[in-house]
């Protein structure tokens, strides 16, 4: 069974500063995880995801996510944030095999103060 | 006490078959929503219904509906299902536009 845990439902950071949304998760198989993002009054798009190649996955809109295995984390960055960032953010993780299904975090609220 | 809870959780079914996938939702959220999960895992949004309107209806066969006999549930009714439509279905809901909660999601399989 696989499972996410993203660590605080709530972040708020000042505009400029760094952006840290964390995600842990558990499988008993090397995992593919996901960085979904979900604007005001939007649905979700894709940020970014890890499928076993490298480490450091860049997304887009600046955010980058490293992939630790020894930490079992996929935490979320960005060097500066942006106002236009503020939205909700979810960590997925899935097994390799293609049919398997994606298993969602609770979420994360991110808000940037001016 | 579930908040989103869709059934099955699997469905495994042949070609021509017609299924449908249950979706119900406690939070007393106004807009429920029904995800594809593809093959490389990216969710696509298939449905959205706002106090039983349709307002999101992106290029979906007609062999799918969505049916909501009440705010709280929104079911996805295949017709005719075909090989292609083996994939994991995630049912979801949010308040005017806000987080998404998401069910367990559905995975089907057509042989």
């Known amino acids: 069974a696989q499972s996410v845990t993203q660590l605080g439902s709530h972040v708020s950071v000042s505009e400029g500063a760094l952006v840290l949304l964390r995600c842990n998760y558990s499988?008993?198989?090397?995992?593919?995880l996901f960085w979904y993002v979900q604007y005001p009054n939007q649905g979700l798009q894709l940020l970014l995801k890890y499928t076993s190649a490298a480490t450091l996955v860049k997304g887009i809109n600046g955010f980058e996510a490293e992939f630790k295995k020894s930490e079992t984390s996929f935490h979320l960055t960005k060097p500066s944030a942006h106002m236009s960032d503020a939205a909700e953010y979810f960590c997925a993780v899935s097994d390799g095999n293609a049919g398997n299904m994606l298993t969602f975090g609770g979420g994360t609220r991110l808000m940037v103060k001016p | 006490d579930t908040a989103v809870s869709q059934t099955p959780k699997y469905l495994v079914t042949q070609m021509g078959n017609d299924k449908s996938i249950k979706c119900e939702q406690n939070l007393g959220h106004d807009t429920m929503y029904w995800y594809k999960q593809d093959s490389k895992k990216f969710l696509k949004i298939m449905f959205s219904?706002?106090?039983?309107?349709?307002?999101i209806n992106e290029t979906v066969p007609n062999r799918f509906s969505p049916k909501s006999p009440d705010k709280a549930h929104l079911n996805l009714h295949i017709n005719s299902l075909e090989l292609g439509d083996s994939a994991v279905y995630f049912c979801?809901?949010?308040?005017?536009?806000?987080?998404?909660?998401f069910g367990s999601g559905t995975q089907l399989s057509v042989l």
């Open positions: 979801a809901s949010s308040q005017r536009g806000e987080k998404l909660f």
């Open positions: 499988s008993s198989v090397p995992p593919y």
């Open positions: 219904y706002n106090n039983k309107e349709l307002i």
